[in-house]
């Protein structure tokens, strides 16, 4: 199998004549804003990596805990700003739009910040940090307040020797449709789950009429995500991976672009010499 190849010129006249492109995202390029992601060497959250907390077991056993970590993640989120990557991807969806072209973002991100950069068409296959889902009547509902509720403020600290807030399951985030006050939970796919469906096939759908693919930022580790991109590949699609290292799927793809997202990123969506608009 032949190595991938590192041609800008050359992956630029694929997406000179490209009328749908999907770009696949993942923890690389929010990583490059400063995105916690709590996995590997450093990534904890007091003594605990993501999957430790993100598991419908965890959020059983102690959703004071679960929320105190996902109310931390949304505070430091407030901080944090899309970076050259993101606003690359949101200037091109714009652009090419006006010349009868698309862009779909298909993210396993759940920080919004394509939705900040100004992306519109943006699938996040693994939810939003900032959306609550009600355990009792299933409501899903955009949530930005700063704390999430009066009992989590000043809670959340991510150093191994702070207190768990033991906040009683009542003061807890509660849904306020009428009559319900049920427990709400993140509205983020958690290990263990599925995928919302309806979510799966429209991107299914995306990547089967796709003709040119983008891989940005991600490891190609995590199912089913890893699999998008190869099978695009497999029908002949051009599919050009940007990251910071090889992954196991990058032998598959016809381009690889290595270092920051943020620097390799820009100049191959930039404005192409034969556009009009």
């Known amino acids: 199998m032949a190595r991938p190849s590192s041609n800008l010129t050359e992956f630029r006249e694929d997406f000179a004549k490209a009328k749908h492109i999907a770009i696949i995202t993942g923890a690389g390029v929010s990583a490059e804003s400063g995105v916690p992601t709590f996995r590997g060497q450093g990534g904890y959250w007091r003594k605990w990596q993501a999957q430790d907390l993100a598991t419908p077991e965890a959020f059983s056993r102690d959703p004071s805990l679960v929320w105190e970590f996902y109310h931390y993640r949304r505070e430091v989120m407030r901080s944090k700003m899309p970076n050259p990557a993101h606003l690359a991807i949101a200037e091109c969806e714009s652009r090419l739009s006006k010349q009868g072209r698309s862009v779909v973002i298909i993210t396993q991100n759940i920080d919004e910040l394509h939705h900040r950069a100004g992306s519109e068409h943006v699938y996040e296959i693994h939810g939003s940090l900032f959306k609550t889902r009600c355990m009792s009547c299933g409501e899903v509902k955009a949530n930005h307040k700063s704390p999430i509720c009066p009992a989590l403020e000043g809670k959340g600290e991510p150093d191994p020797g702070a207190k768990d807030a033991r906040i009683p399951v009542e003061h807890l985030p509660r849904c306020d449709r009428s009559g319900c006050n049920g427990l709400l939970r993140p509205h983020v796919v958690w290990f263990g789950e599925t995928l919302d ?30 699999m998008f991109a190869p099978q695009v590949a497999g029908r002949g699609v051009p599919v050009a991976e940007f990251n910071m290292e090889c992954t196991p799927a990058t032998m598959r793809f016809k381009y690889h672009f290595e270092g920051p997202c943020g620097v390799t990123l820009p100049p191959a969506l930039e404005r192409h010499e034969s556009e009009v608009i």
């Open 197 to 226: 469906s309806d979510i799966l096939t429209a991107v299914e759908q995306e990547l089967e009429k796709c003709d040119l693919c983008l891989v940005v930022g991600t490891s190609s580790i995590v199912y089913p995500a890893a």
